[in-house]
């Protein structure tokens, strides 16, 4: 057995199967056991007819499919066909599916039946060669054509740097790109998220994440796998499903809703966890008064990390050692990360930067964008992440925000987080997220969208703005702060700020 990220992912993954293969690789809420002897077999008969409908080394497939067993068992099919897997979100509308076949001109598109009908035209016009389902029970013409099929003793040879995935950027500016993940990239972030988190033979992975993301398709499932152990899977997040099963699990991978969630039941504590030795959370920011919530009750502290669609996993806060509030932790063993200015001279420790990774998880470049590829990263090797960030002196990474979410207000710097870390700590605040809004004086003003907690109802913007006035510079305060229920938020439980400024803008100037 070897450790080397080199060839075909598909081949890593098998050598760390277990010798029984026998044994439960998943097992559903509903109680349906599917074993590595299932995960062969059936990745196996989907690879078969992959090929049959001429899907061959680079050829593209994409998949907007629920969460299922099966769907695993297509994401492994199409490494074993050497294909390249395509996964799409699936609140994805028509005319969006259509600009991503358009770009991508998949051999295969895989959908839902029920979608079907409506995207066999879209497909059709994007010259897509075949359109099967899936449904979220295991059922469609996928697995019926592949039914009677023998599967595929083997996988296709695959080099390192091969395309293995696209995966689409959430395209907050233009068009959505995709961003190519090798073999290597894959299997190096695997291999090191095993390692640093330190998967045991006893394992069992409670997963509710989405799998058509990096971290259910790629972190939660690639680690499992790599452990030969098992998971508990969810079709999606259910916080009564996710305390009934705990007992049962050692690991849960969540985002930070998953646990303010978990929170909000009072029936949820240590009993619960008493089986569980981690607890990871990643995708969106972990509010430091969730981190401490969560010890009080349970006595787990969360491990926050952070990675992204072109890289993976950059940084872990770490198994073994402190697990800081507030920050993504360390540079994985294999990862190099900076802070730098504009033009990409490393800042001092403390200082606020653009942060900027390298290492063999970074992805190989954006399909068919050699231009948008050139300008995201330096002459080093660095690829610019668009994060805002900082390193303290312990070596500690400290997200301050999105480069395209800092504030320019009368030519002065305003990062979002220092923002809303004061207001979040105001006695009757839940959270909060700070956006810049067009200014006819300032060109851009500070505005904060709040959302108050039940027993603090009748907390007010003036009392939030004369609490920052002892704490913040002038500029740096909100000119407006606007009540909501809750933030709006995407299926990965980032805040969407642009859905907030498009929202807002408008009533600043009529103020």
């Known amino acids: 057995m070897t450790d080397s990220p080199a060839g075909n992912l598909y081949d890593l993954l098998r050598e760390h199967f277990p010798a029984d293969r026998g044994r439960p690789c998943i097992e559903t809420a509903e109680g349906r056991i599917y074993t590595y002897a299932d995960v062969e077999a059936t990745s196996g008969r989907f690879a078969r007819l992959l090929a049959q409908l001429g899907v061959a080394a680079g050829e593209r497939v994409a998949v907007q499919v629920d969460k299922s067993p099966e769907a695993i068992f297509l994401y492994l099919a199409c490494l074993r066909a050497g294909g390249i897997y395509l996964p799409l979100n699936t609140a994805y509308t028509t005319s969006e599916v259509a600009y991503f076949l358009g770009d991508a001109e998949p051999r295969v598109l895989v959908c839902r039946p029920e979608t079907a009908a409506a995207l066999k035209p879209v497909a059709d016009d994007a010259s897509v060669a075949h359109v099967l389902s899936l ?129 909000a039941h009072l029936e949820f504590g240590r009993a ?59 540079p994985l063993p294999d990862a190099e990360a900076r802070v730098t200015d504009d033009t990409g001279k490393s800042l001092p420790v403390g200082e606020i930067g653009v942060l900027e990774v390298r290492g063999p998880n970074v992805f190989s470049g954006y399909w068919r964008q050699p231009e948008k590829t050139a300008a995201e990263f330096r002459a080093d090797g660095f690829f610019i992440t668009g994060d805002v960030a900082k390193i303290d002196g312990r070596g500690y990474i400290h997200i301050v925000g999105r480069a395209k979410d800092l504030i320019i207000s009368g030519g002065l710097n305003i990062y979002p987080k220092e923002v809303e870390l004061h207001i979040d700590g105001i006695p009757g605040v839940v959270e909060s997220a700070v956006i810049g809004l067009d200014h006819p004086d300032f060109g851009e003003a500070v505005a904060a969208v709040v959302v108050r907690a039940a027993t603090q109802p009748d907390i007010t913007a003036e009392a939030i703005i004369a609490h920052l006035k002892g704490e913040l510079a002038g500029f740096k305060i909100p000119k407006r702060v606007f009540f909501v229920d809750e933030l709006p938020r995407n299926s990965m439980g980032k805040v969407q700020k642009s859905l907030l400024r498009e929202q807002y803008g408008r009533l600043l100037t009529e103020a």
């Open 135 to 263: 449904d979220v029970d295991g059922g469609g013409s996928l697995p019926a054509q592949a039914a009677a099929l023998e599967p595929v003793s083997g996988c296709v040879s695959r080099a390192a740097e091969d395309t293995a995935a696209i995966l689409y950027t959430s395209g907050t500016t233009g068009q959505p790109k995709g961003a190519m993940l090798s073999h290597r990239n894959l299997a190096s972030n695997a291999l090191a998220l095993h390692r640093i988190w330190g998967f045991r033979a006893d394992d069992v992975l409670l997963h509710a994440l989405p799998i058509y993301h990096t971290h259910g398709l790629f972190v939660a499932t690639n680690c499992v796998l790599l452990n030969g152990t098992a998971m508990l899977f969810l079709r999606k997040f259910d916080a009564n499903e996710v305390i009934r099963l705990l007992p049962r699990a050692t690991v849960m991978m969540g985002v930070p809703t998953f646990y303010t969630r978990l929170l």
């Open 272 to 330: 619960a966890c008493g089986n569980m030795r981690l607890f990871i959370s990643g995708s969106a920011p972990l509010l430091e008064e969730t981190f401490h919530a969560f010890e009080a009750r349970t006595g787990h502290r969360i491990l926050e990390r952070y990675g992204m669609t072109e890289t993976g996993m950059n940084t872990s806060n770490p198994l073994d050692g402190e697990r800081r509030p507030g920050t993504v932790g360390l």
